[in-house]
């Protein structure tokens, strides 16, 4: 780390100089420097630990506050800086082979964080609700309420519930918190529409202010809300959390599929999908009915297990699109199938001989609400299924394995990540993710083109590809696996580095496991086998997928080996090899699972 004090100490060991030695070629070289974090000269910043990112000329020296500092081959550097209080200045100069040189100076303001301050006057800070958003709620509905104001006053929502002030302890820590939860009643007076008042008594004066967002009740008199999906890749969410990827989903759907809707919070629909378990769904992936249309439910009718020259089915008969959801099981390899709304009646299934992969098929009805279908497979590795709607007949479709251990017969699909505007991230020297992940996947075409298999390309290009479109049109091209390819990137460009590879479903882990395995063959460090993973190409059931994150980008280290065109042979090579442990794995000469 570099302290900006006048003193210019220096912390940690000894920095070496990037240049011992300058060639013919390299003292032509014209000092320049390029940083790419932080982003802005001056900078307002609330952690001590920064950074300072870039790239100079491959035979420059490089200098920070007159301290030397290491520079990577590719004439990377990423530098640690200590901040003390207040203003922080850093000049980095750049040093050419020839004398010639260049500078910048950048700038840091850290100030400590204030912790949080009580209410000193007789007022209101902020009122907040939870769920965050306008709410569309039914009887029975709770809704949490926070509320920071003066400590030590009454504080009242709509004349109806009292909140109470937190007392101090542990991490509560500041007095005037009051908090509380209120169920929603039939005829609510409380919900109109509009925001709640929200009531602080103190010192004899009153103070008012409204919940920032509005609540609009249900009238359980009236007919049930159904809503039909629409779009190409309808989907169901667990709950209202979020992060950079979404929310939790639950799984897809198909288009025109029913659904109770009984609330909203903000642009998402909630979904009662049994008297259990309750979703939610986009709302622009909804098509609202007519009142009167009845909420889902239907018997089941005939079933039917079944193969034709490419894949197995099952098929079951249901009177309305019914909600669904598919998860899969390993060690035994099983596919469950929860249909919500459904109730048994069929006394029987047909199963005729030219199923090949579907071993056995039974249901159980779980609740009162969920017909729940369990399809064995004859082999322990999952090559993926498809849940659709023939009408109103919901068909699983399983796929087989391959008939062969090899590559030849298959048709692999690599996504190229990002792509046009959708940049990605940004390496040391500039260089961005859009471009080394088609370098990457383009080696990996190759590659795979010599082991025989047909490629699908997401992108040969600098083009933008909307990450929906990618999975709808794969979908529709049926590959036998898709690898995708990124470069991941963090705030620490110089401990954090490595490779990882990505799944959501269980029973696609084993295609990342092999991929991770030889990676790390090539002596890069860690970063994990990652399940459950949320982004959209691992969403697909119909085909294995893996996500690889080949390096993080933004480590020096790790971008001067992605620059590399031989390494990026060789984490292609690698790549290959661990698609062709799975396939061997999990080819239809493979041992059966008993």
């Not at 019914?322 to 199963?351: C, E, H, K, M």
């Amino acid at each position: 780390m570099i302290k900006p004090s006048e003193r210019m100490k220096r912390l940690g060991g000894c920095l070496l100089l990037a240049v011992l030695f300058v060639s013919q070629a390299q003292a032509q070289e014209k000092s320049f420097l390029r940083l790419t974090q932080p982003g802005r000269q001056i900078n307002a910043v609330t952690a001590t630990r920064q950074y300072l990112v870039g790239s100079t000329c491959k035979s420059c020296q490089v200098f920070v506050n007159d301290e030397p500092q290491k520079v990577y081959p590719t004439g990377a550097f990423a530098i640690e800086v200590e901040l003390e209080e207040g203003s922080n200045e850093f000049l980095i100069k750049s040093l050419g082979p020839e004398g010639d040189s260049i500078a910048r100076t950048v700038y840091f303001t850290y100030n400590i964080p204030e912790a949080p301050q009580p209410v000193t006057a007789v007022n209101i800070a902020y009122v907040q609700t939870f769920p965050e958003g306008n709410l569309l709620v039914a009887p029975g509905d709770l809704i949490r309420f926070r509320v920071k104001a003066i400590p030590g006053g009454t504080v009242t929502v709509g004349g109806q519930l009292q909140l109470m002030e937190l007392p101090l302890s542990g991490r509560q820590t500041m007095p005037g918190i009051y908090q509380g939860t209120y169920t929603v009643q039939c005829n609510d007076p409380l919900i109109t529409g509009r925001g709640i008042p929200v009531v602080l008594e103190s010192e004899g004066t009153e103070v008012r202010r409204n919940t920032p967002y509005t609540f609009t009740l249900t009238d359980p008199q009236t007919q049930p809300m159904v809503g039909k999906t629409t779009g190409d890749n309808p989907f169901l969410k667990y709950g209202l959390g979020d992060d950079r990827l979404g929310g939790a989903r639950m799984g897809s759907l198909d288009t025109a599929v029913y659904l109770h809707i009984t609330g909203k919070v903000g642009s998402d629909y909630r979904v009662k999908l049994s008297k259990t378990l309750t979703a939610y769904i986009p709302q622009e992936q909804v098509v609202m009915q007519a009142p009167g249309t009845f909420p889902p439910s239907s018997l089941s009718n005939s079933w039917r297990v079944w193969g034709d020259d490419q894949f197995d089915y099952l098929t079951v008969a249901f009177s309305q699109k019914l909600p669904y959801r598919t998860t899969q099981q390993t060690d035994p390899s099983r596919i469950v199938l929860d249909i919500f709304g459904a109730t048994a009646n069929t006394n029987w299934i047909t199963q005729l001989e030219n199923s090949q992969e579907i071993k056995n098929a039974y249901y159980e009805q779980v609740e009162d609400d969920i017909l729940r279908v369990t399809i064995e497979l004859k082999h322990k590795q999952h090559w993926g299924h498809q849940v659709y709607y023939n009408g109103g007949t919901l068909t699983v479709k399983v796929k087989r394995p391959p008939a062969q251990p090899g590559l030849g017969n298959l048709t692999i699909a690599v996504d190229a990540g990002h792509g046009g505007r959708n940049t990605g991230a940004q390496g040391p020297t500039g260089v961005y993710e859009k471009e080394m992940a088609l370098a990457v996947a383009t080696s990996l075409q190759q590659a795979l083109q010599a082991e025989g298999a047909r490629v699908l390309m997401t992108r040969v290009n600098d083009s933008y590809v909307d990450n929906n479109y990618r999975v709808t049109s794969y979908r529709d091209k049926d590959p036998d696996l898709l690898v995708s390819i990124h470069l991941n990137s963090s705030s620490d460009p110089i401990r954090i580095q490595g490779t990882s590879t990505y799944y959501k479903h269980i029973g696609f882990r084993p295609l990342s496991q092999h991929i991770y395995k030889h990676l790390l063959e090539l002596g890069l460090k860690e970063f994990g086998n990652i399940g459950s993973f949320n982004f959209a190409l691992n969403s697909p059931t119909e085909y294995p997928n893996v996500l690889v994150e080949t390096l993080f980008l933004s480590n020096p280290e790790d971008e001067m080996k992605i620059l590399d065109p031989d390494f990026r042979h060789q984490m292609a090579d690698k790549i290959v090899m661990g698609i062709k442990d799975f396939v061997a794995e999990g080819y239809t000469g493979a041992e059966e699972q008993q």
